[in-house]
């Protein structure tokens, strides 16, 4: 499993893909938090990173399907992915390997953004006039947001040898999830249900950690999915075709 997160990451590495894909998250981050007016920081009048977290997750919609179409897709497009198999690999040691290192991906690109924290800390009057428990709690959860949209992808990988529909495959699951569970709520056909369905939506437990609280239930939720999303792939990855 090391051996499969050590080749993936050198290979997101070493590619100038997976230097554009952080630069473009990190540089999308940048424009809207700091430059752009009508949802700068500065023209807020508020010391928080409310504009940063609410954004980050429409980002990583694209970004991490990005990531992960060409974790399977590829392989089996140019015929490693039996090769693989023919060495002392479980299907399980393959999919978890491969997960971890999206993951890591995905914190190496939040990593610099600790520095909109500082700026804002600093900015605050008085100094650290700032909400740390919410940023805190807000970070946990996008983290955990792009691994869920990390596992989505890898099982949407393992569909097709094209990354092209691994990638639009990705983001359409991830954004019904995300965004489309709720919106789906709002509609008074469901009444007394509404709030469940609602519930179920990746967006309402991604606010919840947002608050500073941090509830077992919604790490439990985001963990379900993900090996929800994991054991789907282990399971195509078994239908040798």
Same mark, same amino acid.
């Given at each position: 499993?090391?051996?499969?997160?050590?080749?993936?990451?050198?290979?997101?590495?070493?590619?100038?893909?997976?230097?554009?894909?952080?630069?473009?998250?990190?540089?999308?981050?940048?424009?809207?938090?700091?430059?752009?007016?009508?949802?700068?920081?500065?023209?807020?009048?508020?010391?928080?990173?409310?504009?940063?977290?609410?954004?980050?997750?429409?980002?990583?919609?694209?970004?991490?399907?990005?990531?992960?179409?060409?974790?399977?897709?590829?392989?089996?497009?140019?015929?490693?992915?039996?090769?693989?198999?023919?060495?002392?690999?479980?299907?399980?040691?393959?999919?978890?390997?491969?997960?971890?290192?999206?993951?890591?991906?995905?914190?190496?690109?939040?990593?610099?953004?600790?520095?909109?924290?500082?700026?804002?800390?600093? $900015? =605050?009057?008085?100094?650290?006039?700032?909400?740390?428990?919410?940023?805190?709690? +807000?970070? !946990?959860? &996008?983290? #955990?947001? /792009?691994?869920?949209?990390?596992?989505?992808?890898?099982?949407?990988?393992?569909?097709?040898?094209?990354?092209?529909?691994?990638?639009?495959?990705?983001?359409?699951?991830?954004?019904?999830?995300?965004?489309?569970?709720?919106?789906?709520?709002?509609?008074?056909?469901?009444?007394?249900?509404?709030?469940?369905?609602?519930?179920?939506?990746?967006?309402?437990?991604?606010?919840? $950690? =947002?608050?500073?609280?941090?509830?077992?239930?919604?790490?439990?939720?985001?963990? +379900?999915? !993900?090996? &929800?999303? #994991?054991? /789907?792939?282990?399971?195509?990855?078994?239908?040798?075709?």
């Amino acid at each position: 499993m090391f051996t499969i997160f050590k080749k993936e990451v050198n290979s997101f590495l070493s590619s100038l893909v997976g230097y554009v894909v952080m630069a473009v998250f990190l540089l999308a981050m940048g424009l809207l938090v700091w430059i752009f007016p009508d949802t700068s920081v500065l023209n807020s009048g508020y010391a928080d990173l409310a504009t940063f977290f609410n954004l980050a997750p429409y980002v990583f919609l694209f970004l991490v399907p990005a990531i992960t179409m060409r974790s399977i897709a590829e392989e089996r497009k140019i015929g490693t992915l039996e090769l693989l198999f023919t060495k002392p690999l479980t299907e399980w040691q393959l999919v978890i390997g491969k997960f971890l290192a999206a993951c890591f991906l995905i914190f190496l690109a939040l990593i610099p953004t600790l520095i909109y924290y500082y700026s804002v800390y600093q $900015l =605050g009057n008085p100094v650290g006039n700032i909400d740390s428990a919410s940023v805190q709690g +807000s970070y !946990i959860g &996008l983290f #955990l947001l /792009g691994c869920v949209f990390a596992a989505i992808g890898l099982f949407t990988s393992s569909l097709t040898d094209n990354q092209i529909i691994a990638f639009l495959l990705g983001v359409f699951i991830s954004f019904l999830l995300y965004v489309g569970l709720s919106s789906v709520a709002g509609l008074e056909v469901w009444n007394g249900a509404a709030y469940w369905l609602g519930w179920l939506g990746l967006d309402t437990q991604y606010n919840a $950690l =947002g608050r500073g609280l941090i509830d077992s239930r919604n790490i439990i939720y985001f963990l +379900s999915l !993900i090996i &929800l999303a #994991l054991a /789907g792939t282990r399971w195509k990855l078994t239908q040798r075709e």
